[in-house]
């Protein structure tokens, strides 16, 4: 099993890939209240930081690739036009949708433009016009500032909460606390109960089998994560639970993972291993896992990355 090598490249594809920063009020306007999971990254922190750039790279997923291809062909340079990326994961009406929030300075008449000479047209559903994009993605402008896209159903779905027919982001006080913690960080993401169990399940492998973690789980509430390029890679996880002791147990369950890993680690599995500190601090688990950016490009070519990025 080679999943504790990094807890957190587990978290980055828990979903899709992550920008950052606060979200503005178009954003949160579109995102309902049963929230399964935010990333966020900062598409200007990415370009500066040789590492990060090294990690899209390799944790692109082909959504992105052609969502980026989309924005390309209707006049937008994604690597200059666009200044935050968030991606949401919500459930509505006994689905799961998934939609993409693009933020920047963006050339909106040019873009219209060039759609009208490509002979693509918008419908309307309520007062937003759709425009059918490559990779069978739809997009929509909520302002001069921020697009929405991704399948029509899931944009529908987006733009009803935003238009009043569902309860929004404000009313999710347990995802909004923790937001509030995170959205300093150029690449941040919050989970719900159900993701959080999901995602530790995943990662610890076969320690999740330990009777203390299925007593625990239940208790799960939710987590964040953050991950910085300033001085080398900086990643933080924070899961929250009901109490001190399921922290407490919880970190005692975890750090027995990296203990069994470790017993047949080698290599840069080792040294990802050894990076890795667990505690906890009142009813929160904390994780925190730090690297210099040349072990780090390293381990984004190993098999255990590999394995743990699936």
Known sequence: MKRWGLLFSVLLLSGLPAFAGALGTSARSVIPSDIQQIICVDYRALKNSPTALALKARVLPDSLKQFESSLRSAGVNPDTDVEQLTFASFRSKNSTYIVGLAQGQFPTKAILKKLAVRKIKGTKYHLATLYPMDGGTDMTFLDDFTMLFGARNAVEAALAVRDGEAQSLAGNSQIGDMMASVQAAPMWSVLDQQGTQNMLRSTLGD???LADYDTIKKRLLGSRYTMNFDNG???D???????NMTA??????VKAGVLFRKMSANGVEKVALDSVSVDSDSSNLRLHFKSDDKKFQSLLQ????TAVSR
């Open 248 to 253: 407490a147990t919880l970190s005692s369950v």
């Open 207 to 209: 320690a999740s089998k």
């Open 237 to 243: 996880l924070d899961v929250v639970t009901s109490d």
């Open 302 to 305: 190993s098999d255990l990355f």
């Open 233 to 235: 890679v900086n990643f």
